[in-house]
């Protein structure tokens, strides 16, 4: 459940992409610079940043909760080590 939590949450971030990739080529296609496009821009990033913050938080405490002290360990160890980089994303 933890996990649906956060995954919705960061799906929420997936149409920023493509609103910010607007925003910028419509800076990029005007006469002058316009900062004030920029600044919504980056308002609207903050705002994203601050809930996936909190969820991640939120998460990572209801995962905490969850698991018994020598899974929490296990768990720290194999993030620490590095194994789902090497795992997950390689």
Known sequence: AAWDELRSELD???GEGKKTRADLASALRKAAFDEVLMGELYARHDTALEGARK???G???KVHEA???PQRKRLADL???GWFRRNLWS
Do not use: P
């Open 12 to 14: 929420g971030l997936r």
């Open 59 to 61: 998460f990572m405490a």
């Open 55 to 57: 969820a991640f938080v």
């Open 67 to 69: 698991l018994e002290e």
């Open 79 to 81: 993030l620490e080590g």
